[in-house]
């Protein structure tokens, strides 16, 4: 094992035939029901800062950007819209060359269970997983867009992109991984019912094979954010989808601070 890597587990998915659904608590609040059975499995997760060429967006499905935030407070929604918003609008257009950007949420993930019951938080997901499929993908179009602005998505290439960024003083102790998606097979992705009170989303959960190659970014820090591929749709070579997933640090020193972070997730369009 590479001296910048981690020995630690992934929860995956064990297929048995049928498809899987997670019933989404109310609110979001509470836990999740998932059907299905799932396995913790030792991985090797290696430190993409060490990667010769450091991973692309479009090559790997992620990619590592410096970016310092006037936000001063996250955890207060409306500085997150009327400033986070924009800068991230900005970020997106520069670094992907996309013409328009839409932002349709953001969630912040809180490790610690008072500071996430206080501020009305999630906690970070463990299994691990891709937000879209082939079939959500482009549903996100017109769930979210008006007819005029959806036609402008579906004339040409479109992608969604999740911005991932730590707001506290480290994420060391429960990181992100995040599997290279040209290790990632056709079968590793399981197509999984989202299940709300008012509508049914599909997401891929992610069955493990030994092909596939895992990072994660040590020592992130609130000046950094990490853009993350969900879906694009482009079928000519591009990474379209991209497994990812909290996981437990055993190597994270002892007193580190609990995780805190924000992901803000986004329709990108290339038209």
Known sequence: MPLDAIAAQLDFFVPDG?????????????????????????????????????????????????????VADFYDEAMIKAIHYP???????AST????????????RVQDVDLR?????????????????EKSGPQRIVDLLDAETAKIYQSGRFALVNVW?????????????????RTMAPDDFIA?????????????QIAYSDAQRWSYFADLTPHEVVLIKCFDSDTGGRARYTAHG???NPDAPEGTPPRESIEVRTLISFS
């Open 18 to 70: 049928t498809k899987p659904q997670v019933l989404m608590a109310a609110n979001y609040t509470g836990e999740n029901e998932r059907s299905g059975t799932f396995r913790n499995t030792p991985v090797t997760i290696a430190d993409a800062r060490a990667a010769e060429p450091a991973p692309k967006l479009e090559r790997e499905g992620f990619e590592l950007l410096t970016h310092t935030s006037y």
């Open 246 to 248: 909290a996981f437990d």
């Open 192 to 204: 999984t019912d989202l299940v709300y009170e008012d509508r049914t989303g599909e997401i891929y």
């Open 117 to 133: 019951d206080a501020n009305d938080t999630r906690g970070p997901v463990h299994i691990v997983h891709n937000d879209y499929t």
């Open 87 to 93: 800068e991230i609008i900005s970020l997106l257009k």
């Open 165 to 181: 960024r730590s707001i506290g003083a480290s994420a060391e102790r429960l990181p992100l991984a995040i599997a290279d998606a």
């Open 97 to 108: 060359g996309a013409s328009h950007v839409h932002i349709f949420d953001h969630t912040l």
